[in-house]
Nanobody
Framework: VQLQASGGGSVQSGGSLRLSCVASRGTIRNTPMSWFRRAPGKERDWVATVTTDERTAYDDPVKGRFTISRDNAKNTIDLQMNSLKPEDTGVYYC???????WGQGTLVTVSS
């Protein structure tokens, strides 16, 4: 499976972005999917996960602001990010757990 992430960009604090991750050469149907992010100068950290039965989990800093979702028919997961803060800046990666595959990353920059 291959993952292609998109939707990153530059926004001001308080703005919104929607990231998408499309899978090809495979399916997301039978695996949890996650978003991670790597802030400048830091390790890659977990952000959110959606299970195969669409249960969701979020890291504390993004709870109430970010929403992860999946569309198995489109082989896609999304991350709706609202009320963005400068500390949300980083490269966002999607992950296919079953195949242990990462997307290439999409850059999100939030200015104050």
């Amino acid at each position: 499976v291959q993952l292609q992430a998109s939707g990153g960009g530059s926004v001001q604090s308080g703005g919104s972005l929607r990231l998408s991750c499309v899978a090809s050469r495979g399916t997301i149907r039978n695996t949890p999917m996650s978003w991670f992010r790597r802030a400048p100068g830091k390790e890659r950290d977990w952000v959110a996960t959606v299970t195969t039965d669409e249960r969701t989990a979020y890291d504390d800093p993004v709870k109430g602001r970010f929403t992860i979702s999946r569309d198995n028919a489109k082989n896609t997961i999304d991350l709706q990010m609202n009320s963005l803060k400068p500390e949300d800046t980083g490269v966002y990666y999607c992950k296919h757990w079953l195949e242990d595959v990462w997307g290439q990353g999409t850059l999100v920059t939030v200015s104050s």
